[in-house]
């Protein structure tokens, strides 16, 4: 039965990230709560290196109203911080292709989660690392609408929620409405004047809980990178190395390293020497070099010419009880319950399986990766772009072959969609989700009426038909490396159905091999054997005669 | 029939014999694992076994080289039409009806001709054949720096060291059912276990 507490809930978990902050105040209000283990307090970074003393800034000596007067503070001593913010994804939620010039990005793609934050920018710019974007109009040249604390605060108070554009909260709040659980306002100057380089818990606020639950997204992130063991992420071991995420993800001019949408697929040569400017700090081999194996295991590092380190190394994602979404089916929205009222309903191990308002999931943990070659090049379906409905979309198309010395096999995951189209323009299409006006989704339930608000606010023509198509979204897999010791065995691929053996253009011994060569060398061995049998057992026969 | 001993196998000899029949025999077990024949020792241990006794074996054939050049033994191998139509009228016909063998075996000629013929093939075809690709396979992550890597390929490395295997198979089981083919059953074995081999 449909209770009004279950509805409220779902009502948090709106496109991109609504969990977001709330996962770390406030653990119980997450979408997938009985999966995540937030935890109130503060993570556990060192005493700051840092030789300021932000508390000691008579500029942070006051009383801020508002996420933008922050800011103005920040940047009257970090005068340029604000224009290199700006020069990020973090900021524009736009990649251009280098090669290509395709703008892809959030602000660009259609994917299979969420689908696009076009209409819907209230909710999902509360992971949008600046203020006011509430549509298109946002003005993306104004300095003190760059959001400096959610990366940089330390005291894990700092919260935006769905609906406020990108801004905390600044007055108590019942969140998720009628919960009964109250969100208090963020204390800006305390947290202002305890600022700090960004750790796990920063980053993961928004890149943890991607689509809108704990997992959902990634797969390879999620809550679990807060206080990691050894078993989950050999780099990341609280007890060990303790690395952060900007560890690898080496940050300069607040340009953060490593991308999805420019990747380096095949980082070749030796361990980098520090302060050698590397275009990709964040790969494997920027630490490790492309030999990273001793000596009498030589063998191995001849496969690094074919191999991505994360193939071997990481054996499955989503390596715990909180999982990662496989599919996404937005065809089963706007189904009621028998008595003609929205519902959710949970699977076994209480994550989200079902949502009137977004369609059914279907999610797993200890996930194995499906491989593919990858060369670091995909294309995306953006905003506009031409679908041939009769056979799957490929959300983004992954580059690499075998012949491409740029190429490695990797990990993915492939994250499966059904999700709406124009039936005459063939375009998948902007629908208006979010929000408590009569063309959003979640509150009114009809797609006709969010379908031709979301293309109207994309400023894409809509023929008024619109179906379902099956979409596939492929990403590396990177994150949750494991220890050596859990890395694949040889007979994991090397042997007849192994996990690369759909991977072609490659000779893998104990896969492959020549048919006929083995029929004929087996047969020519068991005729000698024969031969040699019967030769003999005459030989017995006559002896014996003449004896 | 009056029988005497005569001495053909020296001490180096047996044991270069022996040594390299157990490493050939090993390595066509882990050998056909890798390839994927079956599983035994599991894909990784039969790399690294393979490997290994691969070293070995490289090992024993620069001393058994040697040895055979100091001491002017590879003339053994030198191959010879004289008695090979009688040999093979011996091994088709007259070993059933109790023939005497065509061929006798000395300290100067031990092989018979077509053991000579055999033991040649293996020599410099079927060994060279596996060592030349199983080279090339071992080190396959240099053939970009030996610029190689154009005019190769694995899979055909593969077939060739693969299809050695299999030739080397077919010698071994012939060649272990023509050992009991001497003056008894087993005065070929005792003679390569001994060195003296009983001659009638």
């Known amino acids: 039965m449909l209770s009004g507490k279950k509805v409220s809930l779902s009502a948090l978990a709106g496109c991109a990230m609504l969990t977001v902050m709330s996962a770390f105040a406030a653990p119980a209000q997450s979408d997938s709560a009985s999966a ?12 700051s290196a840092s030789t300021a003393d932000h508390s000691k800034f008579k500029e942070l000596d006051k009383h801020f109203r508002t996420g933008p007067e922050v800011t103005e503070a920040c940047l009257i001593c970090h005068t340029e911080a604000a224009k290199q913010v700006q020069h990020t994804k973090h900021w524009t939620w736009e990649s251009i292709d280098p090669k290509t010039g395709q703008k892809r990005g959030k602000k660009n ?21 600046g203020y006011g974007w509430k549509d298109s109009s946002f003005d993306f040249t104004i300095e003190k609408n760059v959001d400096c604390l959610v990366c940089h605060d330390t005291t894990a108070t700092y919260r935006k929620l769905p609906g406020d554009a990108g801004h905390p909260v600044y007055e108590r709040r019942e969140f998720p ?11 800006l100057k305390k947290i202002a004047q305890s600022i700090g380089k960004p750790s796990r818990s920063n980053c993961g606020s928004c890149h943890f809980f991607g689509a809108g639950a704990n997992g959902a997204k990634h797969g390879d992130m999620d809550s679990s990178l807060q206080h990691p063991n050894k078993y989950l992420d050999v780099h990341m071991d609280e007890k060990g190395l ?21 990747m380096a697929a095949a980082t070749k040569g030796p361990a980098h020497i520090r302060g050698n400017p590397d275009s990709s700090p964040a790969a494997c081999q920027s630490c490790h070099g492309d030999k990273p194996h001793p000596q009498h ?18 054996p499955e994602y989503a390596r715990n009880d909180i999982g990662t979404e496989l599919s996404w089916d937005w065809s089963k929205a706007t189904t009621m319950g028998e008595d003609g009222k929205p519902f959710v309903s949970k699977d076994s191990a209480g994550r989200r399986a079902f949502d009137s308002k977004k369609g059914a999931w279907v999610w797993d943990s200890y996930v194995i990766p499906e491989y593919r070659w990858l060369n670091g090049v995909s294309t995306y379906k953006v905003i506009g772009d031409k ?17 491409d010395p740029d190429s490695r096999i990797w990990p993915t995951k492939v994250h499966r969609g059904k999700q709406p189209y124009d039936t005459v323009n063939n375009t998948l299409t902007v629908q208006h989700t979010g929000g408590e006006d009569d063309t959003a989704l979640w509150h009114n339930y009809d797609w006709q009426k969010a379908i031709v608000a979301g293309m109207k606010a994309a400023n894409l023509p809509y023929s008024g038909k619109y179906d379902f198509v099956s979409t596939e979204l492929t990403w590396p897999i990177t994150h949750m490396v494991a220890p050596g010791e859990d890395a694949l065995s040889c007979a994991q691929c090397h042997s007849k159905n192994g996990r690369l053996k759909d991977i072609q253009g490659v000779y893998m011994p104990s896969r492959d091999g020549n048919r006929l060569l083995d029929m004929a060398g087996w047969a020519l061995a068991l005729l000698t054997l024969i031969g040699v049998l019967i030769h003999g057992g005459i030989r017995i026969l006559t002896s014996k005669k003449e004896g | 029939m009056a029988s005497h001993k005569i001495y053909v196998f020296k001490r180096f000899e047996r044991f270069w014999h022996w040594s390299q029949a157990m490493l050939i025999i090993f390595m066509l077990i882990t050998g056909f694992e890798v390839h994927g024949s079956y599983a035994l020792f599991g894909f990784g241990k039969a790399v690294d076994l393979h490997t290994i006794s691969a070293w070995t074996l490289i090992g024993l054939w620069v001393f058994a080289i040697f040895w055979h050049f100091t001491t002017g033994e590879w003339k053994q191998y030198i191959p010879t039409t ?13 070993i059933f ?19 000579r013929l055999a033991y040649l093939g293996v020599l410099l075809l079927i060994g060279p054949l596996l060592w030349l690709t199983g080279w090339f396979y071992l080190f396959y992550g240099d053939w970009q720096a030996w610029g190689v890597d154009n005019f190769l390929s694995l899979e055909w490395v593969a077939f060739f060291h693969t299809a050695g295997a299999f030739m080397m198979l077919t010698f071994l089981i012939a060649h272990v059912y023509l050992t009991t083919t001497g003056h008894t059953p087993t005065s070929h074995i005792k003679a390569m276990l001994t060195g003296w081999e009983e001659v009638d």
């Open chain 2, 82 to 94: 004289e008695k090979i139509v009688a040999m093979i009228r011996f091994y088709s016909v007259g």
């Open chain 1, 36 to 47: 995540a283990t937030p935890q109130t307090v503060a993570d556990t970074r060192q005493k």
């Open chain 1, 242 to 262: 303790n690395f952060a995420c900007t560890t690898c993800h080496a940050t300069s001019s607040h340009e953060v390293s490593g991308s999805r949408y420019n």
């Open chain 2, 97 to 115: 009806k109790g023939a005497p063998h065509p061929f006798r075996p000395t300290t100067l000629k031990k092989h018979n001709p077509l053991q």
């Open chain 1, 109 to 129: 793609i259609i994917n299979n989660y969420c689908t696009s934050p076009v209409s819907n920018e209230k909710d999902c710019m509360a992971c949008h690392a």
């Open chain 1, 297 to 314: 295991m030589s063998k191995l590092n001849q496969h690094t010419e074919k191999i991505a380190c994360q193939t071997c190394h990481i």
């Open chain 1, 387 to 403: 679908i041939d409905p009769s056979k799957t979309v490929q959300i983004n198309e992954v580059g690499g072959s075998p012949d």
């Open chain 1, 177 to 187: 409405p009628k919960s009964g659980k109250f969100v208090d306002p963020a204390d």
